[in-house]
Each structure stands twice: as structure tokens, then as C-alpha cells.
């Protein structure tokens, strides 16, 4: 089991630039090790600080489920890390807020939820926003609520590899839940008119985006260069030709159990009408296979759609990617 010996010096740069500002972001290439460098500051915070009580962690629904209470158990000096998952049902959900636990993890999807249910009564002295990005949008629903507990949060710490892809105002909300708007101003539009120009418009209609005006990206990178630590791969890692990152997928309750029962049987009749059946080991082999993969083939060369989860674990790659290039080959 690793220990915290052998984080990189990089890492360790960033689990203290992380403790050191209450309000902090990493930018890190993905493979840089935002989980483990966050995971080790937050341990630190809790157990030698005693600066945090409880922990939020907010995610993609496959990354709150299968990686951030994972990757604590690779880890000696975080394997102690007690995890809820606000996950499932309602019910489940509301079962998992009662846990006694140092980290809760949940979905961004179900942020509006959690502090509807939570009223005032907010526990969470660090919130931890997994791929801060996805709320680059001030009229999302989910910013719209995690602003309004904002200032019930004494840390704040923000993870993406890119913040803004597309332009430097999808920044502004981003940073707006970091600081509260202390650096790039507590409006949307005053942001953008200090540091864009307005769109051209015809009969009022908008034809072009915001330009950023001259010289005034470095502006924007110096206000927020304090708390922002951004890190690139190609400047840390000595990369080989290929690096290969094993990304598990889990299947939900019933479909597993539909699979177990399948591999036991060497029959699946989940499909109204239709049967599939395996006559030897290694055509169970090929259907299990299939079935893995999200479909299975029927003997008339039609096949029936069992699941979608590789498909959902490629769209949050996707859009952790942020517009950066990906080829998919399958």
C-alpha cells in the first residue's frame, strides 16, 4: 500500500497550497493526482490541524461512487478516511446523511436536493467541487443553490484540469464559489464589462461572443494567481509513449445480479420475448462479454440493449475533458 512518502514533489506542492488558503483551486493535468493531493490535505485538516470537522465532496455521479473513498483505500496515511455516499434513493440518501463520517460524497446533480433537505442546518465546514467546471454556468440550478450556502463554508477547495476551455468567463462563476467574489467581482456582468468587449449586435440580436479585451487576461490570471495552482502533465510527468488509465465500471444492483445469474444459468431472460442462452463455456464466455459491454446479440443477429454504463463513464471523461481533443476507438 502507498503512503504518503511517495506523493511527488509536486503533490506535496499542492496538499500545502491547498492548507495553506482556505479558498483555493487546482488546475491539474489529469494523472497529476488532484484526488490524492486533496485527500492528503484533507486528512491533514481533520486529524493533525483540527481545522475541519466535515467534509463535502462534490462529483460526477461515477467518480462520487466508485473513486474518491477507492483511492483513500490505496493509501496508508488516508485509509482511515470514514466515507458516506449520498447516493441512491431518497431514502438511501437521507440514511446516508445520518452516517457519522469525515467525508460525504455526492453527485452535483443532487446538490439543489441536499440543501433543500438541509435547510440552515449546514455541517459541512470544507466543500470539495470535482471538476469545479461543470459550474461555469451562473444560471445552472446547482450553482444557483451551492451559492446560497456559500457563505456557510469556511473551506472551499476547487478541482479541474480546465477551468476554461471555451473563454475566461466561464472563470467567473467558478471563482465566484472559491472566494465569493472577492477577485473577479461579485457580479457576472461586471466582470464582463470590466474585462470583455460586449458582442456585436444586429437588430439587437447578438452575432459574435465576448472578445477579451487587450491585455486584460493577464489581469484576470494575476487577480486569482494567489489561490489558483495550476500544474500541466507535459511540465511533471516524463511521460512514455502511452500512459494507460484503467477506469473500473461498475453495474448497478440488478443488472449485476441479472449478469451473476446469467454466468450461473447459462440463460437470460430478461428480455420481454426473447431468450438468450450459452450451450458451452465459451459461448457463455462471449455472451458475459456482451453483456458487459451493454448488449447482448440474439440468435437472429438482432440484439437487446442490457445497459449504458460504459457510455455514461465515456460522457464524464468527455466533459472532464472540457473541449480538450479525445479519440475514442472501440
Not at 12 to 32: N, T, W
Not at 203 to 212: K, L
Not at 230 to 243: F, H, I, N, T
Request: with cysteine; proline share 4%; charged share 25%.
Amino acid at each position: 500500500m502507498l503512503n504518503e512518502s511517495n506523493l511527488h514533489p509536486y503533490q506535496r506542492h499542492a496538499v500545502d497550497h491547498l492548507i495553506q488558503y482556505p479558498e483555493a483551486c487546482l488546475f491539474l493535468s489529469c494523472g497529476l493526482g488532484k484526488t490524492i493531493s486533496t485527500l492528503t490535505a484533507i486528512n491533514q485538516l481533520i486529524y493533525n490541524l483540527c481545522e475541519v470537522e466535515k467534509v463535502l465532496i462534490i462529483a460526477p455521479l461515477r467518480v462520487a461512487r466508485d473513486v474518491w473513498a477507492a483511492e483513500a483505500a490505496n493509501w496508508q496515511h488516508t485509509t482511515h478516511l470514514r466515507f458516506s455516499l449520498i447516493l441512491g434513493t431518497e431514502k438511501q440518501r437521507k440514511e446516508a446523511l445520518k452516517v457519522k463520517a469525515d467525508c460525504y460524497v455526492i453527485n452535483r446533480e443532487l446538490v439543489p436536493w441536499l440543501i433543500a433537505i438541509l435547510g440552515g442546518a449546514w455541517p459541512f465546514d470544507l466543500v470539495v467541487a470535482d471538476e469545479l467546471s461543470s459550474f461555469k454556468s451562473q444560471k445552472a440550478v446547482r450553482f444557483k443553490a451551492l451559492r446560497r450556502v456559500r457563505p456557510l463554508v469556511s473551506r472551499f477547495i476547487g478541482l479541474t484540469a480546465t477551468p476554461c476551455s471555451n473563454s475566461m468567463i466561464d472563470l467567473w462563476s467558478q471563482m465566484y464559489l472559491v472566494d465569493k467574489g472577492l477577485r473577479l467581482g461579485k457580479t457576472k456582468t461586471g466582470f464582463q464589462e470590466a474585462f470583455f468587449k460586449a458582442p456585436y449586435r444586429v437588430n439587437g440580436i447578438p452575432v459574435s461572443d465576448y472578445e477579451i479585451k487587450a491585455g486584460c487576461a493577464d489581469q484576470i490570471t494575476e487577480k486569482i494567481k494567489d489561490i489558483c495552482l495550476s500544474m500541466s502533465a507535459k511540465d511533471y510527468l516524463d511521460l512514455p509513449e502511452r500512459v494507460d488509465i484503467v477506469t473500473d465500471v461498475k453495474l448497478s444492483p440488478p443488472i449485476m445480479q441479472a449478469y451473476l445469474d446469467f454466468e450461473k444459468t447459462c440463460v437470460l431472460s430478461m428480455f420481454e420475448g426473447k431468450e438468450v442462452s450459452a450451450v458451452s463455456a465459451v459461448a457463455l464466455r462471449g455472451k458475459l462479454l456482451q453483456f458487459a459491454n451493454g448488449a447482448v446479440y440474439h440468435e437472429d443477429h438482432s440484439f437487446s440493449e442490457v445497459h449504458n454504463e460504459k457510455m455514461d463513464a465515456l460522457a464524464e471523461m468527455v466533459e472532464a475533458g472540457n473541449g480538450n481533443p479525445m479519440l475514442v476507438a472501440y
